[in-house]
């Protein structure tokens, strides 16, 4: 944080507050808060950085409170934030501009607007302290701006989206623009929308664990494989109980495909069959169905020319 100077000796100088910040401010302001503004006004009649873990020590706060305040002073105007460090504006010319300027009438969109930037910033600086330590690249904020634009994201969103990157130790923009896309893609908008995304990737996950183990598969499972489960579950709406019934199905092969066991399941769900209570009375109808006779001009066919035309003759023989 770099703050201004003059040549001043320390023992004779003074640090005058003007009245108005007693006036309008003071009682308004958190004890500490009062602080470390004071410290910062103090400070900047000298040209010395000053970082805020410092600050924190010099004042004897906590770096949390320290930070909360640096947010409140900006939020309210007394703290301009600059590339490196902050400006002290003059509270007596800010007054003075409340008091003077001409009043224009704000329609409903331009409050909305105003509102929306408000909470943005609010975001881009829970994410600065949260992930950055206060310390964010200034390219950043122009990066989460156009990711709020390309992908209507809300700010909670946004900032879960930067603590997921985190938590995968893989805060860097590549990474973090294939999630936000994936995340986009599966129409999340809000933070409701995507703790339901959470929840159902958490269920098909454990879907394809299962399947894994009762195939003995010791390989992930491939983005195709898994557009299956998602499938099965989300759009037929089958559970495990239903799956495993179709992977019991498999035992007979030696290698046995997603392919496969889709085709079991769809016909399934196309037969109108939505519980493994009905889909095991199926098959038990299946096989207990008796084989058509085949015709003497059929007799003298060899056995090895024998096919299925359709998944009845197929159930029939499993």
Known sequence: MKLEQNDMSLIFSQTNIPDIFFTEYLSEANGDFVKVYLYLFFLSKYNKDIKINDLSKKLELPLPIVQNAIKYWEDIGLLIRKNQ?????????IELNKVYKPKITISASDIKKVQESKRRSNAI???????FDGVMNPSWFSDIDLWFKKYDFDEEVMIALFRYC????ALHRSYITTVATAWHKNK?????????YFQKQEKINVIANSIRKKLRMS????IFEEAYIEKWNITYGYNMDVIEIALKKTTSKYNPSFEYIDKLLTDWYEKGLKTADKILVYLENQKNKPVQKQDDSKKNKSFSQRSYTNLNDFYSNI
Do not use: C, M, V, Y
């Open 219 to 222: 390989r992930n499972l491939s």
């Open 166 to 169: 985190f938590n995968k130790a």
């Open 188 to 196: 999340i908008h809000t933070f409701s929308d995507l703790e339901a």
């Open 125 to 131: 600086d829970t994410i600065n302290n949260e992930f």
């Open 85 to 93: 460090g902050f400006i002290l504006p003059n509270i007596q010319e």
